[in-house]
């Protein structure tokens, strides 16, 4: 039943004196408290809004009799006019007034009986005059082990039948540990059996609506809770906690930084702070672009996949990335490492402002894909603008398909201007010019821009810090800023690193490339430089069949096969026995 429909029986209920029972039955943390209190709240504002006199708000948590329930109804009584008031002291003497007037009338007779324990008596006495009262039973699920839900559904009749009260009992029945006794005796005691399931855009206005802070930052949150159709008010509200945490961190970078942010910490949080409806987070850790890939099969896995994979793909989470583990991390420990943030916010930062560079050029572009009008002079200097404007942004793939189309409409010199421009955006970035992963998808550029390519890359001077990283990869680990740059270098700076080094030093690199082979799900950053360092040693083991011999006895040529048709059980080659001789690193081929 919607949240409308439940407060408008709750209002039906509490303007009626008649004695009955009204139970409110709903998942954890899906506002059954709430919705009772603000509804009980707005009545008590008006007029005939609660009938009865008298009012008692009990939870059963860790209560363990029926005389510790009674006790907490008669303390916690409060007149209809304080509620929803700021407790004081008037609160607790309108609480105890009609026990203590009837122990005072013995006042002599107790005080020889009881001594010290006057005011229990007291108390113990004010269980006797609960009648004729509005009462809230909440937490029936959190109740203490000794007290049964048939004894809290006795006096629930008890109170309805004998002392004439009205009395709402609000529960999650599927955390009910004696549930099969309480659905037994529910029908006889309960007048109005209401399921509270409040819709996701519900559970997100009650969750955000009363909260201070950013509203653009509460409407992100918003749209992604409702997406994922996270109907807990609690955990939204414990993910708006950790979004706001974080937010200052970002602020001095591009909006979209914050909204990717939010929108994988939506995902974690809810897989985190409510794994029983969520996917779990070692699933999630999993996604990546080549996901599961070197599990064996397994129907656990199977089975996960079948049914959280298509509504993440409908969310739009398709791979979880560094910065996403630093996130789930973050989740975890329960704070946000900024150094560690600022390394992967200025990354996704890059990728925002090219994000936005590139969505500039497709605007330019239309011009081109969407008329045949005579428009060619407008359309060259549109494109020929936002290329000069933004060229840093731009990767060589992008600029190549610039050069291709003033190629073929015999501009070739706007197609060299264009290299040109991106040559000198991007100086000194050696990675900006590999062609390897522009011929990896079908690219293709003119032989005179190719050249320029070629000798672009020639003219930039090896970085001789890198080679640092490569020696700093096993210590740093594939989560640092060591392999974020390194997952960035061309193979041929890979294959002069590995050729250039021996001894320790290139036992040290070896460790540190091959430190994931045998992990099931590396990270995208592990994955692209485990492929990078393949495919150097591919360019390595041609020199010679005694380098083929050692380059294979690295294991990561095998392992890129493997990653590359997992289903086949591809065996590494035999290695010549005359060579296949112990190393620093133990047997080769180990």
Not at 201 to 224: F, P, V
Not at 232 to 246: C, G, L, P, Q, Y
Not at 248 to 269: E, I, N, Q, W
């Amino acid at each position: 039943m919607s949240t409308i429909l439940v407060r408008q029986k709750i209002a039906e209920f509490l303007k009626s004196s008649d004695p009955s029972v009204l139970c409110i039955r709903g998942n954890w943390g899906t506002g059954k408290t709430y919705t009772w209190d603000d509804e009980l709240k707005k009545a008590a504002k008006l007029k005939d809004g609660i009938a009865l006199e008298k009012y008692a708000y009990v939870s059963l948590f860790g209560l363990n009799s029926i005389d510790e329930v009674q006790r907490q109804i008669a303390t916690q009584t409060i007149k209809r006019e304080r509620i929803g008031q700021p407790f004081d002291s008037s609160n607790l003497s309108a609480a105890f007034e009609d026990g203590l007037a009837l122990a005072k009338k013995a006042a002599g007779k107790f005080s020889g009986l009881f001594g010290d324990g006057y005011y229990a008596a007291g108390a113990a006495l004010m269980t006797m005059l609960i009648r004729n009262r509005l009462v809230c039973i909440d937490d029936l699920e959190r109740k203490g082990e000794h007290l049964r839900s048939g004894d809290i559904l006795g006096l629930i009749s008890q109170l309805k039948e004998e002392r004439k009260c009205k009395v709402a009992l609000l529960l999650n029945d599927e955390q009910l540990e004696d549930r099969p006794e309480f659905e037994g005796f529910l029908e006889k005691v309960v007048d109005l059996n209401l399921r509270f399931i409040p819709s996701p855009t519900e559970s997100a206005s009650t969750a955000l609506d009363i909260l201070e802070g950013n509203q653009t930052l509460k409407y992100d949150l918003r749209e992604q809770t409702i997406l994922l159709e996270i109907d807990n008010i609690r955990v939204v509200r414990k993910i708006h906690a950790i979004v706001s945490d974080i937010a200052p961190m970002l602020k001095d970078y591009k909006p979209g930084v914050l909204k990717a942010v939010t929108k994988s910490l939506v995902l974690f949080g809810w897989c985190y702070y409510q794994p029983e409806m969520a996917p779990p987070i070692s699933f999630v850790k999993a996604i990546g672009e080549y996901s599961f890939a070197t599990q064996p099969p397994d129907e656990e896995v199977a089975r996960l996949r079948e049914k959280w994979e298509p509504r993440l793909r409908q969310y739009g989470f398709t791979q979880t990335d560094d910065f996403d583990l630093t996130l789930i991390d973050g989740i975890i420990n329960g704070y946000f490492d900024p150094k560690v943030v600022a390394v992967y916010a200025s990354e996704l930062n890059k990728i925002e402002q090219a994000a936005e560079a590139n969505a500039k050029l497709e605007t330019a572009w239309g011009s081109f894909r969407n008329s045949f009008d005579d428009n060619g002079e407008e359309l060259v200097a549109d494109l020929m603008g936002c290329f000069e404007a933004n060229a840093k942004f731009y990767s060589l793939g992008t600029t190549s398909q610039l050069i291709d189309l003033f190629g073929r409409i015999g501009l070739q010199e706007e197609a060299r201007k264009v290299f040109d421009i991106y040559e000198k955006a991007h100086d000194g970035d050696v990675s900006a010019f590999d062609v390897e992963r522009l011929f990896r998808f079908g690219m293709e550029l003119p032989e005179d821009i190719l050249a320029k390519v070629t000798k672009a890359r020639k003219g930039v001077k090896p970085n001789l810090s890198n080679d640092a990283l490569f020696l700093g990869l096993k210590e740093a680990g594939f989560g640092s800023d060591v392999a974020a740059q390194l997952a960035k270098l061309p193979v041929d700076e890979y294959v002069r690193v590995l050729t250039s080094h021996r001894g320790d030093e290139l036992s040290r690199i070896r460790e540190g490339l091959t430190d994931y082979l045998n992990v099931s799900n590396p990270t995208n950053i592990a994955i692209e430089i485990m492929n990078r360092a393949a495919d150097a040693l591919k360019v390595i083991a041609e020199r010679s069949p005694l380098d083929s011999a050692r380059a294979h006895t690295w294991q990561l040529i095998q392992w890129q096969r493997r990653m590359a048709r997992p289903e086949e059980d591809l065996a590494p080659p035999v290695v010549p026995e005359e060579i296949d001789a112990p190393d620093e690193d133990g047997p080769a081929g180990s």
